[in-house]
């Protein structure tokens, strides 16, 4: 029978699809078994890790692969995001404050990807750890009552974000 997706989440699903060969997906994955990519095989085990979240007594993570550029850093993102979907589509690498937490907020369970993330500013980047920990978007009012709008959705996910920059930094500079 149809089971058509919420409104909320009619966005992510349809990025939610398998394409491609799974030969080649595999061949591309068992590449972070070499020596070297122990990292980049962490961030991609982040990825099926992410819905495992759910039973644990934690809302969320963020997991930041920093280094310099061409160092792999979007390719290991994108190999998390690949257990899923289309990570072009996923994977976020601008937008708004709101635009993000609520891809987060839609997302649910599944790994919540951030792409170069290095010019946001410490305000931003304390504010979404902050949330991305909480597994909440922020309260807001309803606009037709003084009255609050009901939080929707509890995630409980693992946050990747790529940087040149130390997250970790930035949230402690603000």
Known sequence: RHCPPSP?????????NTAGSFSIWQDCINSLNAPGYELHAFIFLCGLASPLMEFTNVNGITVSAMGSGGSGKTGALYSA?????????LVIDSGT???????MVN???????MDEQSNTSPKDVSE???????GRSKLRMMASTNSERTQEYITNLICIVTTNQSFRDKAFMF
């Open 8 to 16: 909320l989440s009619t966005n992510i699903v349809k990025h939610l």
């Open 81 to 89: 995001m690949s257990i899923w979907g289309k990570p072009d589509e």
């Open 97 to 103: 404050e709101n635009g993000k937490v609520q891809r």
């Open 107 to 113: 997302l649910k369970n599944l790994p919540f990807g």
């Open 128 to 134: 979404l750890l902050y949330k991305v920990s909480a």
